[in-house]
Structures are given as structure tokens and as C-alpha cells.
């Protein structure tokens, strides 16, 4: 089966706490689409493997299941932030594709 690729615009949004993030929560459409095709992909605590573009950077990380939402959040890391000029409160176009399998990833 082919990964799923899909585009979509979220709000950064800043979480503030013991260790300050910034991430994305998926569309309720592709948070479905996410559990569906993202079974043979699923590590630690639910989440699913991910290939996120943005602009002009491309990386791999996971996508975390988020009880509030029901959703998932795509974590957006500083270097990304900063290659991008995202600050929290940004509509960002997100191109993410839902890994098959749970391979070793690099970066995050």
C-alpha cells in the first residue's frame, strides 16, 4: 500500500511549560486518516511515523495522539521555525506523509 500524503494549513500554537514546544494539531479529517493508515507505523505512546515538509524544509518525526483534541500534534522544532520565520500564532501549509512501517528515523 502506498503512504498517504496529505496538505493541510494549521496554527502554530506555542505550549508553555517545564520545556516550552511549539506544534500543529492535524485536521480532524487527517487525525482519521492518520489512525487508519498509520497502524504498521505506531511507536511509544500511540504515535505514528511522519515525513513533514514546510517551505522549503523536509524532516522526519512522529505525530502524537492528543486526548483534548482528538487529534494528533505535529511537534515543530526550533531549526524549522527558524529556517521558515514561523512564530507561534502563524498558518502554516503543512505537507506530512504517514510512514508504513516503524524503521529507525533520524531527526525530529
Not at 500554537?13 to 504498521?40: I, K, M, N, Q, Y
Not at 531549526?79 to 520565520?85: D, T
Request: charged residues 20%; aromatic residues 6%.
Amino acid at each position: 500500500m502506498p503512504p498517504v500524503t496529505e496538505t493541510f494549513t494549521a496554527v502554530l500554537r506555542e505550549h508553555v511549560g517545564p520545556a516550552p514546544w511549539h506544534f500543529l494539531t492535524l485536521p480532524p479529517d487527517l487525525a482519521d486518516d492518520v489512525r487508519e493508515s498509520g497502524a504498521g507505523a505506531r511507536v511509544g505512546f500511540g504515535s505514528v511515523r511522519v515525513t513533514v515538509t514546510v517551505g522549503s524544509s523536509t524532516w522526519q518525526t512522529s505525530v502524537f495522539p492528543d486526548a483534548r483534541s482528538g487529534s494528533y500534534l505535529l511537534p515543530v522544532k526550533q531549526p524549522v521555525r527558524v529556517a521558515e520565520g514561523l512564530r507561534a500564532g502563524d498558518r502554516v501549509l503543512v505537507e506530512l506523509t504517514v510512514s508504513r512501517d516503524a524503521a529507525p528515523r533520524s531527526g525530529g
